[in-house]
């Protein structure tokens, strides 16, 4: 049988959609702001096999880019993500107009406390409180059973779990795995902006995350030692560190005492490119 995927614009057509969800019809959804790689559809992947409807939004929501960020440059192209989506089955894509989701007027909006203003929330203050709103805001659009997310935007996802539980609302997040090209470095659809120099350069993210799991490995339990460590493998590379931690994976606190599921997570500016990178120290 011949499979469509579906471009829905409207807030209406795909809210009437997914009024179906039900207990024999999982929906299954994968928030994207575009320009999608092996790691958007790796997500797209997971939904697939546990859900019979499965609806991918690409939206580049404008509130949470800070005023000097990339939200012009941003990278698009639209033909190839559905062209992509098709290839996978997808059933339907979300593709609203800003008028559409912030129509004139727009004035709500929601902040998770603490978790919003530590690691990335620091550099980019509006960025979760942008974040967490279209994503309450996709939610209540799609209804679906599941959402699934990428492991690469850690503090995101922490943000969108303690959302979800403290406003009931009924879906779950499945955290899926870092997807990296074959070298380790993680995919972003913001890795066209590295020169190959800076390309280059940027691997020592993933390098010094292995440097520090290799560490613990080999009984290394001060944080603050591997910290410094990997403080030195990404200065060695010019990379401008914002931050690096290792932190505890719920509270996102710094760790006094390690344990295997400690996260180390990291955001470092190559250029003007800034990146993220994140993985449990453990094995
Ligand atoms: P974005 O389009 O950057 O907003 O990302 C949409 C979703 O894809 C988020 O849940 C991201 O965490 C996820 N994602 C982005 N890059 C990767 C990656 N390299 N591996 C796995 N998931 C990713």
């Avoid at 033909?79 to 008028?99: C, G, H, M, Q």
């Avoid at 606190?253 to 599921?261: D, G, I, M, Y």
């Amino acid at each position: 049988m011949s499979h469509t995927t579906k471009i829905v614009n409207t807030i209406a057509e795909m809210s009437s959609i997914t009024s179906i969800r039900n207990h024999e019809h999982k929906v299954g959804f994968v928030p994207t702001m575009g320009f999608l790689h092996e790691g958007h559809l790796s997500l797209v992947k997971a939904a697939k096999e546990n859900c019979q409807i499965v609806i991918v939004s690409i939206y580049i929501n404008p509130s949470q880019f800070g005023k000097d960020e990339d939200l012009d440059s941003y990278p698009r192209n639209f033909e190839k993500d559905v062209r992509l989506l098709t290839a996978l089955k997808v059933d339907y894509i979300f593709f609203p107009s800003n008028e559409e989701m912030y129509p004139n007027g727009y004035k709500t909006w929601i902040e998770v406390d603490e978790l919003s203003s530590i690691l990335c929330g620091k550099s980019r203050p509006i960025h979760f409180k942008g974040v967490a709103t279209i994503v309450a805001k996709l939610i209540n659009i799609v209804n679906p059973n599941f959402m699934y997310m990428g492991a690469k935007d850690f503090q995101q996802i922490a943000i969108l779990k303690k959302m979800i539980k403290d406003l009931n609302f009924q879906t779950e997040i499945i955290p899926c795995p870092i997807v990296r090209e074959e070298d380790g470095l993680a995919m972003s659809s913001r890795n066209v902006y590295l020169s190959k120099e800076e390309r280059l350069r940027a691997l020592s993210l993933s390098k010094s995350i292995l440097f520090a799991k290799k560490m613990f490995l080999n009984m290394e339990t001060d944080p603050e030692k591997i910290i410094i460590k990997i403080s030195e493998i990404i200065q060695q590379s010019n990379g401008k560190i914002d931050y690096v931690e290792i932190i505890n994976p719920d509270t996102l606190q710094k760790e006094t005492s390690l344990t295997n599921e400690s996260r180390i997570v990291l955001a470092v500016k190559f250029g003007k490119t800034r990146l993220i990178d994140n993985d449990k120290i453990g094995l």
